[in-house]
């Protein structure tokens, strides 16, 4: 058949002054006006969003279908659907669940699983885009800060193609993720100090080398893979109108992605009206939703378990305010004990084992219906994003392993509780 292209032009626009940057010829991260004076302490001016001509797809009365069928690539900064990895990416499945521990829900319970991506988190979405971004410019190395998952993404991603990828982590991130990263052959380079310390110094060495910056809030392609799982969503849901959607939320970039996947539907005219998004933050790292009225910005040290959310200075922090502001989204924070006991209820209920960033998600749900009520018949998805095999450290402090028995069957006599076989 030959490459499929893009027919739709798309440009970066600076999300503080509304300056358009060229998204072709240059590779640009930050509006160079608005960023000229940010520093490290404080959420970044200048961020960019990609911009497309929706009056054209709009014109020509574009469907789903129409998109998807050539791989949404008139609404991705790329220019060919095969410069895309070759591993499976999104796609993920949403599951519906009509009771907890037995007790029927008055409300239609949905869980979108991105566990189930190669890497197993929500981050491969991103990594995606900016691997086929860089490999149409002829980039072969990638470099990311990570606390663990969009590291372990990206290496995995590159290593599906035969690019480069450098990982900078804190010398914290769970042993999990970083050997996830160093199976998949990247340069792992764990750094003292926080998630914020290996951000600037990946910087540093992008500038040095010319490799390609994956990190979210900071690289404007990271959001356009992120807001693919809005299209998968509006697809499953078909007719069936959504409520609210719960996303565990550290540096925003998450939910100004689902927030933009969206407002792509709304300007093409395929959805009549935004969702509620629920931004879900730990109480041990709530420096997006704690500084959400006002101008200031006042940081607290992050202490949260759930490492992938634990984050000192939101990077896309100004993005998800706008967002969650101009569309009328909510937000609540729960605390590290509630997010364990939600990964513990999840798993046994949904067969879905969440880390501890995914199950806050589940966990502000719970919360929520708690403190505000949930409308009966309502429906409510929660994003599960990312698998809780990458995080077991997390939960050994909730599990106590049964001592080992003699194999004798006068041993195992509290077993014949249990429901009857055949």
Not at 165 to 180: D, H, N, R
Request: with cysteine; hydrophobic share 40%.
């Amino acid at each position: 058949m030959g490459f499929q292209t893009k027919k739709v032009d798309y440009a970066f626009e600076c999300i503080d002054c509304g300056e358009q940057q060229d998204a072709h010829n240059q590779v640009i991260y930050l509006c160079p006006k608005c960023s000229s004076d940010n520093a490290p302490d404080r959420p970044p001016r200048g961020v960019l969003k990609t911009v497309y001509d929706y009056s054209l797809l709009k014109q020509k009365n574009t469907s789903l279908s129409d998109l998807a069928h050539n791989g949404f690539l008139d609404l991705l900064p790329i220019e060919k659907k095969e410069s895309l990895p070759p591993l499976r990416i999104g796609n993920t499945p949403m599951y519906v669940f009509r009771e907890l521990d037995g007790r029927p829900l008055p409300y239609f319970l949905h869980i979108k699983d991105d566990g189930q991506n190669p890497t197993f988190s929500y981050k491969d979405r991103a990594s995606a885009v900016v691997s086929a971004y860089a490999a149409e410019r002829g980039i072969e190395t990638i470099v990311a800060a990570s606390t663990g998952n969009a590291g372990s993404s990206i290496a995995g991603i590159c290593a599906s193609r035969g690019q480069h990828a450098v990982v900078l982590v804190p010398e914290t991130a769970p042993k999990a993720k970083i050997s996830q990263v160093m199976m998949y052959g990247a340069h792992l380079i764990p750094v003292k100090g926080s998630y914020d310390a290996a951000f600037e110094l990946s910087i540093r060495l992008s500038n040095t080398y010319g490799w390609y910056n994956r990190n979210t809030g900071y690289n404007p392609v990271t959001i356009e893979g992120k807001k693919t799982a809005a299209w998968e969503i509006f697809a499953d849901m078909a007719d069936t109108a959504i409520d609210r959607i719960y996303i565990s939320v550290g540096d925003g970039v998450i939910i100004s992605g689902i927030y933009r996947g969206f407002e792509d539907l709304l300007k093409i005219g395929l959805l009549e009206k935004m969702p509620v998004l629920v931004a879900v933050q730990s109480e041990e790292s709530d420096n997006l939703v704690r500084n959400m009225s006002g101008d200031d910005f006042a940081i607290k040290r992050s202490t949260t378990m759930a490492d992938s959310i634990s984050v000192d200075v939101p990077r896309n922090f100004r993005m998800a305010k706008k967002l969650l502001l101009q569309y009328g989204g909510e937000w609540v924070t729960v605390s590290d004990a509630d997010i364990l006991s939600a990964a513990s209820v999840m798993a046994r209920n949904t067969g879905i084992f969440a880390e501890p960033a995914a199950a806050a998600a589940f966990a502000g749900l719970l919360k929520y219906h708690r403190e505000r009520r949930l409308e009966a018949g309502t429906h409510n998805i929660v994003m599960s994003t990312g698998s809780g095999l990458k995080d077991l450290r997390a939960v050994e402090r909730m599990i106590q392993l049964p001592d080992a028995v003699d194999p004798e069957l006068s041993n195992l006599s509290d077993l014949k509780n249990l429901p009857p076989g055949l």
